[in-house]
């Protein structure tokens, strides 16, 4: 059994910047991907990142340029820089990895960023 626990989330003003990170423990083998999607009130959970474990990263294009993707696989931690944060950034975060058929998920992390 996998599990995901999140850290970093907080509140910032727009153009500040936040790094969130997780954690993965537990029975975790061979080659999966980990990232991060988010959900804004109202709204349907959205993917912001992902990077596999050979270190090819996607981001969603409101993100591009903005957010870095990265992850330390001897210590199976996902870490997300977020830079130039929006206030349409706010949302819960939430920590993902997909190893086959499984699929993962963190509790969560709040992101508020103000105005």
């Known amino acids: 059994q996998v599990q995901l626990v999140e850290s970093g989330g907080g509140s910032v003003q727009a153009g500040g910047s936040l790094r969130l990170s997780c954690a993965a423990s537990g029975s975790i083998f061979g080659i999966n991907t980990m990232g991060w999607h988010r959900q804004a009130p109202g709204r349907q959970r959205e993917l912001v990142a992902f990077i596999s474990s050979g270190g090819l990263a996607n981001y969603a294009d409101s993100v591009k340029g903005r957010f870095t993707i990265s992850r330390e696989n001897a210590k199976n931690t996902v870490s997300l820089q977020m830079n130039s944060l929006k206030p349409e950034d706010t949302a819960v975060y939430y920590c993902?990895?997909?190893?086959?058929?499984?699929?993962?998920w963190g509790q969560g992390t709040q992101v508020t960023v103000s105005s």
């Open positions: 993902h990895l997909v190893a086959g058929t499984l699929v993962t």
